[in-house]
């Protein structure tokens, strides 16, 4: 498992505010160059179902900074998490 530093969270928090940040002053709001959606997205792909099972047991047990990125997720719109999915393909 790799674990991340407290600094290393600060630091994709940063990022995602900063990307934020530039979104709503450079972005267009209407026409053909409009954003209509942006979207932030993790994949976690496991051998097994037992293996999403082992790391929501280990980010519960051991993750500092798990309550930190929930109240950081907070500020989404939506928030999805899927699990039991099948990957059908993948480029590795």
Known sequence: MVRRSTAHFQ?????????????????????????????????EFYESPAGVVEHWKQAVESWQDLSAFMEWSKKAKRVSTLHSGTLVQALW
């Open 11 to 43: 630091r994709w928090r940063t990022v995602t505010e900063n990307n934020h940040d530039h979104l709503s002053t450079t972005t267009h709001r209407g026409g053909d160059h409009a954003v209509l959606l942006t979207i932030f997205v993790l994949d």
